[in-house]
């Protein structure tokens, strides 16, 4: 009886990871092809309310095109690893590459999102 709740547990855990993995794949990919395209429109739909609040398209558009400028491209977003909801990512650009964090909310929305030197 013990191992089909394991089981059962199991099965429900790898089916919410695979939700989580897909709506990860989906976002980033916008991301990617948004930022590219310099779409700060697209990029600000993203994003959660709270972060639309907190950032402002103003802020949004300066953090796009300050990137873009310094680092252009952004040719891929290489999963890493996941440690306390927060995903990270090896962001390659034509410059440099960095660490990409990011969170999303339970409908793939971008709640966190940083790039720092890895």
Do not use: H, W
Not at 60 to 83: A, I, P
């Amino acid at each position: 009886m013990n191992y089909l709740f394991l089981l059962f547990v199991c099965s429900i855990t790898l089916s919410v990871s695979a939700q989580d993995a897909s709506l990860y794949e989906k976002t980033t990919k916008a991301f990617q092809e948004n930022f590219n395209a310099q779409n700060v429109d697209a990029i600000f739909d993203l994003y959660t309310q709270e972060m639309q609040e907190a950032m402002t398209k103003e802020g949004v558009t300066r953090f796009v095109k300050g990137c873009y400028e310094q680092f252009g491209n952004l040719k891929s977003l290489t999963f890493v690893e996941t440690t306390e909801g927060i995903n990270s990512y090896t962001a390659a650009f034509d410059k440099i590459s960095l660490v990409m964090e990011l969170q999303l909310d339970t409908v793939g929305k971008i709640s966190t999102i940083q790039f720092q030197e890895p």
